[in-house]
Each structure stands twice: as structure tokens, then as C-alpha cells.
């Protein structure tokens, strides 16, 4: 089973280098919001990085930053336990800077397609989280359990496709919880694709060496 974490904590150090990185990041930044006027605040939200589609704040650099603010503990928790448990696999898999690059490409997708969807509807827009990264790596994990099923045990394939049937689930029985669905889908596609071109320029140098 993939997903059953054995290692001690300095194991887990050594193992998942931008995992915990991402998992500490998170925690940081959503401590810097709670003594700065909190993340139910919205002018405090856009202040540190959340993306929006309002004139005059739609910088480049909020569609990473806002992956890395919270609104609420709950939804902190909920994000860093998906990244402490489900992320390390992926990140053993790929190495770290495949790994770090395919969880922000992920998350910057799902930010893109979310201020096109709410641009096209005539919304206003301010989100932050996680999720579309996390999706990202699910999506990967999805590429895993579709077209390299061998690398993958029944019991973590089930995981996978339970993860995302929850999910999907959660997403459309929540409306007044404002999740970010598009975030989600976009993150998940891209996560999707971004692995399998990864993967198959591995192989290629694989062959070539």
C-alpha cells in the first residue's frame, strides 16, 4: 500500500525533502494570516497573495502564492494532511524537482482555469489553497492506476479512485462551502498530463543510456 507512512519523522526529513517543505510553508503562512487580521479578511487575503481577478491585482506571482494560504484551520488541515500522507509516494517516484515542479504547474492550472471560468461568468474571484496542487498529484497518481498499473498495488488504486470519488462528491453536495471546483479539475488534468509527459521523457533517456 503506498499510502501507509512508516518512516520516523527524521526519516520522513531525509525521504520527502519538498513535501515537508510544503507542508511547513503552508503552516507559516497561515499563521502569518491569523496575527495579520486573519483569512476570513479578504483585504488581508489579496494582501498576501491570494489570486483575484479585480483590476489591479492580478499579478503573475499570486497564481503560486495563493496555493499557499488557508481559509481556516479546517481547511489547513485538511490540505497539509492530504500532502503529508499522499504526496510522499510521488515524490520518491519522480525525484524532487520533478516532483516539486509537476505540484506547482498543477496548482498554477487549476488557478488559470479558475479566472478564466469566473472571468467568462462575470464573477468576482479571490481564492487560496492547496487543493489544486494536491489534485495535481492525485492526477499523477491517476496516470499510475490507468497506464502503469504495474507500479501500483490494488489497494492503492482503489485509494486513488476513492479519493477522487469523494472528492467529486464533496465538491458538488458543498455549495455554500465556496470550494473552487475548477481549481480541482485544472489541477487534476494538469497533474494528469504533466506526469505523463514526465514519464515518458524518462523512458526515452532510459533507452537512450
Sequence with gaps: MLFVRYE???????????????????IIMFLILAFNGGASNNQT?????ALTNVD???????????????GGFSHL?????????????????LGAWRYALLYLLS????????????????E?????????????VYGAFLYIALLQRNWM???????????LLF????????PGMNINWMAHLGGLVGGFFIYGLMARIVKKRIKRS
Design 45 to 49: 487575503l489579496v494582501k498576501f497573495g
Design 77 to 93: 488541515l485538511f490540505n497539509d494532511f492530504a500532502i503529508l500522507v499522499f504526496a510522499p509516494p510521488l515524490e520518491r517516484l
Design 56 to 70: 489591479g491585482y492580478n499579478e503573475w506571482w499570486r497564481y503560486v502564492s495563493s496555493m499557499f494560504l488557508h
Design 124 to 136: 468576482t474571484l479571490i481564492t487560496i489553497g492547496a487543493s489544486g496542487a494536491i489534485y495535481g
Design 107 to 122: 496548482g498554477v492550472i487549476g488557478n488559470i482555469l479558475s479566472v478564466a471560468h469566473y472571468n467568462r461568468i462575470g
Design 8 to 26: 520516523n519523522w527524521k526519516s520522513y526529513l531525509r525521504y520527502y525533502p519538498i513535501t515537508t517543505i510544503l507542508f511547513v510553508a503552508n
Design 167 to 174: 472528492g467529486i462528491i464533496f465538491s458538488l453536495v458543498s
Design 153 to 163: 498495488d490494488d489497494a492503492s488504486r482503489k485509494t486513488v479512485y476513492a479519493l
